[in-house]
């Protein structure tokens, strides 16, 4: 990575430009989400996601990526009218995503979903519990998924409350109590509550690889699929991958896979 | 709502957020040409009344006063392209701004266009005959009696349009434009000191918007010029007197009443 | 990306199920609005010291700002005071008992009030002078002729802007999913989630508004039809 | 009837009446004449306060005001024993020709609807108007409009009436149907300040004509008195400008 | 001079004019009298085509045209050789005194602007307003605002002048000047069209008067015949009307 403009089209890499003709590859990210994407105090697009993609792009020299940034809620609809390429945003892979989209193979994190409630509550355990509870997500992630393929089953049991992002609140939402939980990712919640307000309990959700997002029936994003998996199984065995991740999330995250 | 107040970071704030005024200005800018244009284009059919035309311009004003710029962006941006495709025009991968500023360009004309023709069809009737009899061309009556005086009525209106626009770009952000309240938000979370950034931002909104508002009512103030009158009576409630066609449009607000 | 208009029909009712939120958000701030204009309109107007100053600057302030910056400023802000107060005093309120509507509905009032006060202004400068002495001149007190004369008068020509000023709002409350509101644009992305095609639910989201501020447009007309029926008409 | 006296007032530093006296018998017709800006119109303003005067006093009937100390009350109880009658009309715009002479009746005096109703019905008949009583303002004539003014004016039975310039927004040939219904108020021997420039009118009807220029009363006298043999140089010099047409005899 | 042969003029169903002829010669002035709504304004504005007539012809000078296809460059034409003075004098309002009267002499005869400037310098020194060159209409009175208008008509020098009531928005005061202004133009000789309700200026000034109602001619002659021993019922109705003031000699 060269540059540290403040943002939207962050050009990839020095590699693929002394290379000569490559093709561009337009990566979505976003701005919003500490240590994974965001942007640092020097206006630079930076964290987990998108160090990764640059390492992946020195190795790629046939690509040059380049970061264009949007609200969470609107990754998907950008990736299937064009105008990206490739989501990155530590996208877990689910069913209901992977009827319209297609997925790398080579996971590069793993997400373990668990409930997330204020460091005193001690009474719930399970989905179950959160029945008649008011329960934080957003609109188009996977753990909103996860509360809305319960309530399908069971008949709209827990309240679900979305938030756009814009205001940044859901560790203060949960600690007022206006909420009464959220779902995060294991690695997820050190970093958007450094203040430990908040803690997981109960059982794994779900499990699931993290992985890029691309077109689904699209030749050139089967290959840009391809390449970006050998490239991270290059990353993982010189260990630059576990680095990143220790070096952004506090800890190795990538190690395994889904069960 | 992370950490307590500390006024310091609305100061430390304020050169940060400066940095991406340049952005804000560019979409107001570049939506403001495009707006002017698209307003001239709709609001013609509609003072002409030529058919067809001036159904269709009905419809464009309609439309876009009658939706949410935030609903506007996304049409416009995941959309547009979509639709263009089938001409065989693909702009998928023209850059964000493009569409921001188109999208705002076109809503900006809506406004523009009941603008021009408001502040056309307030200048008094018998400047335009008084210009016929004394045997102008419609041009020359328009371009020299009609133009010049319509311009200082659509001023007020005009700024009113402006500021609307300058603070409508705050909703660019969600489609990933650092302007000034992306910047904003990107500040906070990594400092999670939001109310100060967010004070910092209105602070910066308001300057401006003020010095806009300021340097337009000055180029009001020229151009109507010819409407001072040395008695200024002063009063709650105004005397009306026939003849001035300030009074006619001082009071309307074309512009809008709220936010988005 | 393929359309699939049959969605864009199932998203518009799931959508509608939003509207009394959104609806309910223009209608509070409009309200609240109102009266808080009308008020500061006429401290304006009558030149209240200090008072007509502060309200100036509110006017000058909210008019100035983006309606979102308002929004979060109080999401941020108010609690922060409501708590800190709260703790001073020993209150066992706290600002964890508002809901997040709340802050939509006081917010939203605030902008609607500078933007009101402008509307009512201009309503009342819009009544002639004349109306005012010939009330005066048949022995009126002050306040029997504002009620009578100029007010009546004044909703008449107020009521285009104040049409605006509703449609303003009710496309201002689309910024309430900001703080977890869930009004027609909101339900829209979320409706859209669950199978991925927000274009047609925006789309859907888009064809409520529309049909809501053409009624609003139309409600509008009507009754500036029956109030300003005597503006109408022949000779002079 | 009316005792204006030592009236002053300045609009800022403009000073548009200065130590003006004039007393109006019961009864009495008085025409105001004078150039654009003499101050008739402030002084006319001045009697039912709707111009504070700076200084002087004003009676009305047994009713005194001295105008550096009038409270509220008095002003209204000035106001209430006055009527005047606008240039412009000012008919209440929003309200129908019946309702904008049943108003003062109903909110000033306090009259039951349908006394209320039933005077103002005759009033408006009696001005020539009892097919137009639920038209609106908008839709009268000039002519018609002023005379639902003066209808309003009548309907509160006061002492005196003020007209300023009740003709000079009229079409030439409404004029005479306005000045003959307040012809015939005369005759009934209301009090009434006019000030107009219709000088068949004022030699007809008016007691005494009073010029005013520059803030001051400068003449007053009958009629004759005043248009055949004015003393004053400035009031000849008037008359002149004013009446033209005298010269043609048709 | 002027011809104007069979105009019809109807707006919607509510015909306005009725197969009018007239002829005006050289020098003439003429003076156009009826009621209000009769289509005076509609006739003069005819003449210009400001309104366009639905039929007939007009000629002015040696130049004319057939209102069922007039084009363009006839109707400038037309134009060019006519002024007009309209009632609410319409100066554009935001250019001086002395732009107002250059406007015509740069745009439409493309003089150069020292010449303009000159020429409109003189013509406003004849109607009095040498010291108001640089006024905005907004700050000039009713009766310079019309000045101003008479000026800016005289510049183009036209064969013909048309006046729609100009002294009808002035005070009472501001009438004499203006129509004094007029009548000093009318001793040069230029052809004019003036509709007024001024008697005395018609007697005096008139060569022949015309009495319109309900878009037709009713009666024309001079303005002795017209006036003293009117022929038509209507007009004697009429003339009865408009000069009530006439049975009160001053
Ligand atoms: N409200 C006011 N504020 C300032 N000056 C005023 C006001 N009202 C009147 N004047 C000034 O007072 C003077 C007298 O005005 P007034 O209207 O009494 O004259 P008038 O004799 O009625 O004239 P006209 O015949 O034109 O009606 C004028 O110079 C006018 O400009
Ligand atoms: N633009 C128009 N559209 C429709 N009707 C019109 C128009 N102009 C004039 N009329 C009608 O034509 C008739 C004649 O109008 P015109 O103005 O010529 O009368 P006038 O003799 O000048 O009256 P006045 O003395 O009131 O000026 C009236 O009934 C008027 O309502
Ligand atoms: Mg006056
Ligand atoms: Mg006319």
Not at chain 1, 104 to 120: G, L, T
Not at chain 2, 87 to 106: E, K, N, W
Not at chain 3, 101 to 112: K, N
Request: hydrophobic share 45%; glycine share 8%.
């Amino acid at each position: 990575g060269t540059n540290s403009e403040p943002a939207a089209q962050a050009s990839g890499s020095d590699a693929a430009a002394a290379g000569g003709k490559a093709t561009k590859i337009v990566v979505g990210t976003g701005t919003g989400f500490p240590q994974v994407c965001f942007i640092d105090e020097n206006g630079k697009l930076t964290g987990f996601d998108v160090e990764l993609l640059r390492k992946i792009d020195e190795l790629l020299p046939q690509y040059e990526f380049e970061f264009q940034t949007m609200d969470f809620g609107n990754l998907l609809l950008s990736l299937e009218t064009d105008k990206i390429d490739l989501v990155a945003h530590v996208m877990e892979k689910n069913p209901e995503r992977e009827e319209k989209y297609a997925f790398n193979s080579e996971p590069y994190a793993h997400w373990r979903n668990r409930i997330v409630v204020a460091k005193d509550n001690d009474s719930i355990q399970s989905l179950d519990d959160l029945q008649g509870k008011k329960v934080l997500t957003s609109a188009t992630s996977a753990e909103a998924q996860i509360l809305e393929n319960y309530n399908k089953e069971n008949n709209k049991k827990i309240n679900i409350v979305y938030q756009s992002g814009q205001a940044n609140d859901t560790v203060s939402q949960v600690v007022s109590g206006r909420v009464d939980a959220t779902i995060a990712a294991d690695f997820v919640l050190p970093i958007i509550d450094p203040q430990s307000q908040l803690k997981q309990t109960g059982p794994e959700l779900t499990s699931d690889d993290v992985l890029y997002v691309l077109r689904k029936d699209d030749a050139d994003e089967k290959a840009l699929s391809d390449a970006i998996d050998g490239a991270i199984t290059d990353l993982k065995e010189d260990g630059t991958l576990s680095a990143l991740s220790t070096e952004w999330l506090g800890s190795d995250v990538t190690g395994d896979h889904a069960e | 709502m992370g950490a307590p107040f500390d006024i310091g970071y609305v100061f430390s704030f304020l050169p940060k957020l400066l940095d991406t005024l340049g952005v804000t200005l560019l979409i107001v800018a570049g939506s403001l040409l495009t707006g002017i244009v698209a307003g001239f284009l709709v609001a013609l059919p509609r003072m002409y009344k030529i058919p067809v035309l001036r159904t269709l311009s009905g419809v464009y004003l309609s439309f876009f006063r009658g939706t949410p710029i935030l609903i506007q962006l996304f049409l416009f941006y995941y959309g547009l392209p979509e639709i263009l495709k089938l001409v065989g025009l693909d702009l998928t991968r023209a850059p964000v701004m493009f569409f921001v500023i188109l999208t705002y360009g076109l809503h900006t004309g809506a406004y523009a266009a009941e603008m021009i023709r408001a502040s056309v069809e307030a200048v008094d009737r018998g400047q335009v005959e008084a210009a016929y009899a004394a045997g102008m061309t419609p041009y020359q009556a328009f371009s020299r009696i009609i133009l010049p005086q319509a311009l200082g009525i659509a001023v007020p209106v005009f700024s009113n349009l402006v500021i609307a626009l300058l603070k409508d770009t705050s909703l660019a952000f969600t489609l990933g434009v650092m302007e000034m309240t992306g910047k904003a938000q990107t500040l906070g979370t990594l400092t999670q000191h939001f109310i100060e950034t967010y004070i910092a931002l209105a602070f910066i909104y308001l300057i401006i918007s003020f010095t806009l508002e300021k340097m337009l009512l000055a180029a009001e103030r020229r151009l109507t010029r010819h409407e001072n009158r040395e008695d200024k009576r002063e009063s709650i409630f105004r005397l009306k007197k026939r003849g001035s066609y300030r009074t006619v449009l001082a009071d309307i607000n074309i512009g809008k009443g709220g936010g988005a | 990306m393929q359309l699939d208009p049959s969605f864009i029909w199932t998203a518009f009712w799931q959508l509608l199920g939003a509207i009394p939120t959104t609806l309910s958000i223009t209608a509070v701030s409009v309200l609240a609005g109102f009266v808080i204009g009308a008020a500061t309109a006429m401290l304006r107007m009558y030149r209240v010291p200090v008072l007509a100053q502060i309200a100036s600057a509110y006017v000058t302030f909210i008019r100035g700002t983006p309606m979102l910056t308002h929004l979060l400023i109080i999401y941020f802000g108010l609690p922060m005071i409501i708590d800190g107060l709260a703790e001073h005093f020993g209150w066992s309120f706290r600002s964890v008992s508002i809901p997040m509507i709340g802050f939509a509905y006081i917010s939203f009032s605030i902008t609607a009030g500078a933007y009101m006060s402008e509307v009512v202004r201009a309503g009342i400068l819009a009544v002639d002078r004349g109306q005012v002495e010939a009330a005066q001149s048949v022995g009126m007190t002050t306040f029997q002729s504002l009620r009578r004369i100029v007010f009546p008068q004044a909703l008449a020509a107020a009521l285009p802007n104040l049409a605006n000023s509703v449609i303003g709002m009710l496309h201002g409350s689309t910024l309430a999913f900001a703080v977890s509101v869930v009004d027609i644009n909101a339900k829209a992305q979320i409706v859209a989630s669950t199978n991925w095609k927000f274009f047609e639910a925006y789309l859907a989201a888009a064809l409520i508004f529309w049909g809501l501020t053409v009624l609003i447009e139309r409600v509008a007309a009507l009754i500036e039809k029956r109030v300003g029926a005597y503006n109408r008409g022949g000779v002079v | 009837m009316i005792a204006l006296s030592h009236i002053s007032k300045a609009f800022g530093r403009n000073q548009v009446l200065q130590d003006i006296s004039l007393n109006v018998n019961r009864g009495e017709v008085v025409v105001i004449l004078g150039p654009s800006g003499s101050g008739k119109t402030t002084l006319l303003r001045c009697v039912n306060y709707l111009e504070k005067p700076g200084s002087g006093q004003i009676a009305v009937g047994d009713f005194q005001v001295d105008c550096s100390r009038a409270r509220r009350g008095d002003v209204l109880q000035l106001r209430r024993k006055t009527a005047m009658v606008f240039q412009q009309y000012n008919l209440f715009r929003h309200k129908t020709a019946l309702e904008n002479v049943m108003e003062a009746l109903l909110v000033v005096k306090k009259l039951p609807a349908a006394e209320a109703r039933k005077r103002s019905i005759a009033l408006l008949e009696k001005v020539g108007l009892g097919a137009k009583l639920d038209e609106y303002p908008s839709r009268l004539s000039g002519g018609q409009q002023q005379r639902v003014g003066i209808a309003r004016a009548l309907a509160l039975e006061p002492e005196v009436i003020l007209f300023d310039e009740p003709t000079s927004a009229l079409d030439p040939e409404l004029v005479g149907e306005v000045l003959e219904v307040i012809r015939a108020i005369a005759r009934e021997g209301i009090t009434m300040i006019v000030v107009t420039h219709e000088m068949g009118f004022a030699r007809d009807v008016a007691n005494r004509v009073v010029f005013m220029d520059g803030g001051v009363i400068v003449e007053e006298g009958t009629p004759d008195e005043v248009f055949q043999h004015p003393k004053e140089e400035r009031t000849k010099q008037f008359l002149r400008r004013i009446t033209p047409e005298a010269n043609y005899s048709i």
